[in-house]
């Protein structure tokens, strides 16, 4: 696949995921962006949850998968860049798939009062999510950082994913009156990373140079 390709697949897998999760929240005047989880736009019970979920998170999380498992091949030879894409493919792109098939119930049951099995992959597939993908950002950083070229990628790998990490905490807090904020920063600062990513694969950078 050429790098001009797979930049393209990268940006929209990423392009698709932020419209979604940006029109979710035009569906209900009640619905607030700081406050609930991107998840209650697409839940059971809204009216155009289905569509965002077939149309928007579902193709996102095929292109994103796409990207993640043939992007390291773009990228200087690491086997921490190897294993971290591969982490993303699985863990953000893959399920990104998970919780458009298995939505949440309606509200997304934060009680979890008798959640249905849906309800249940959903919070697991999340919470692998939050789990793995800053950790496989900063792998892949710190696998590009003896690369001269990749310096700048690399850095954004590794602050993007500890900044990240820092909000997942913050958003763990049950009595949290920001949820809805901090995990929009989350998913910013993942897409932004992509698409850092996705630039570095379509300028096709020679690699031989590194830091000494």
């Known amino acids: 696949m050429s790098n001009k390709l797979l930049f393209t697949i990268g940006i929209l897998g990423v ?7 940006i029109l979710g929240g035009f569906q209900s005047e009640s619905y607030n962006h700081v406050t609930q989880y991107i998840s209650e736009s697409m839940a059971i019970d809204t009216p155009y ?3 965002l979920r077939y149309v928007g998170y579902l193709p996102a999380g095929v292109l994103l998968t796409v990207f993640s498992f043939l992007g390291y091949k773009k990228l200087p030879k690491s086997s921490l860049v190897k ?3 591969w982490g993303v493919g699985i863990f953000y792109g893959f399920s990104t798939i998970i919780v458009g098939l298995f939505p949440c119930d309606a509200g997304c049951n934060k009680a979890l009062i008798d959640p249905s099995i849906s309800q249940i992959i ?10 793995f993908m800053p950790t496989c ?5 710190v696998g590009l950082l003896k690369f001269k070229k ?9 602050i993007s994913g500890l900044l990240s990490f820092i909000f997942i905490g913050l958003l ?6 920001y949820a809805g904020l901090f995990q929009r920063v989350i998913e910013v600062t993942f897409i932004i990373w992509i698409i850092a990513c996705a630039i570095y694969i379509k300028r096709g ?3 031989e140079d590194k830091i000494n």
Do not use: C, Q, W
């Open 49 to 51: 949850g289905k569509l």
């Open 205 to 207: 950078i020679e690699t």
């Open 83 to 85: 294993i971290g894409f």
């Open 137 to 141: 950002m900063i792998l892949i950083g």
């Open 150 to 158: 990749y310096r700048t990628l690399s850095l954004l790998g590794i």
């Open 15 to 21: 392009t698709l995921f932020a419209v979604a999760s």
């Open 172 to 177: 763990s807090d049950p009595s949290t009156n």
């Open 122 to 131: 959903h919070n697991f597939s999340g919470m692998l999510t939050y789990l």
